[in-house]
């Protein structure tokens, strides 16, 4: 798979009619189930490992969508395979009395990987040039006096832009799926909810209003791509409405991402070693 079909390229104007939300890419879901996702996954475990043990790098993945677009179905069936040490994931929802009372990108930063993990933004500092421009809610806001409402869309996305600059100058690679669903489907799928006893937890009545504003939500989303995708923290739209081309596509940018790292287990020194080989030793020689 060529991941670099699905990125996009810094500064380029985002027309999402122009994205499919679904695509005849050639794989039937049986062979996505039975061998390239596990294979791919496995491989992704095995890197994430080395990762960890080394210790150097981390990485932020960031997860935007409309409801019920797949995120949190990318996070069980992709991410929880890894090792939960190395693996931190923190969603996002409205901000809190106390989150408004710091700067905007300052609760972002409890959801921040450590070195050696990788880091998933359920939703995440994006939130803050999404909702509040479709709910009008800057007034809930401290905003630069010298600036007016429109002003501050194009301010925050330079301010994004250098924090996640600011990331990647300091070990961590940041990147970036958009779920690009279609409205059909996001009907199709709240429904399931809604009328599947099982998936009735899953359902808010909330996601039913926020549909209301779909197309200013799409046009957002367009600003927002055009504006913050980087070469250092590139945008991803995935195909949303194939659910599971779409978690195939992350699983494979995660390998090239860390393939990108190359990170490797670390050695044992000289000294170790002959502690270690005394240890096997030991070990070997005891009476059961």
Known sequence: MDVSNYMIEGNKKIDLKNHATTENHGYKEKQLLDQHIPESVSKLKELHWRLHAEAKKGIVVVLQAMDAAGKDEAISYI?????????????????????LSHDYLWRIREGLPARGQIGILNRSHYEEVIAPRVHDLLEDETIPDNKDKEEIWSV??????DFERYLTENGFEVIKFFFHMSKEEQKHRLLERMKNPKKNFEF???????????DSYQEIFEDMLSNTSTDYAPWYILPA????????????????CLEKIDPHYPKISEENQKKLDKCIEQLENEED
């Open 79 to 99: 991410f929880s395979n890894l090792n939960a040490q190395g693996l931190k994931t923190t969603s996002f929802q409205k901000p809190s009395d106390t989150e």
């Open 156 to 161: 925050r996305y330079r301010q994004i832009n």
């Open 204 to 214: 808010s009545f909330s996601d039913v209003e926020e549909r209301q504003h779909w």
């Open 241 to 256: 409405d194939d659910e599971w081309y779409s978690r195939y596509i992350i699983t494979e940018v995660m390998i090239e």
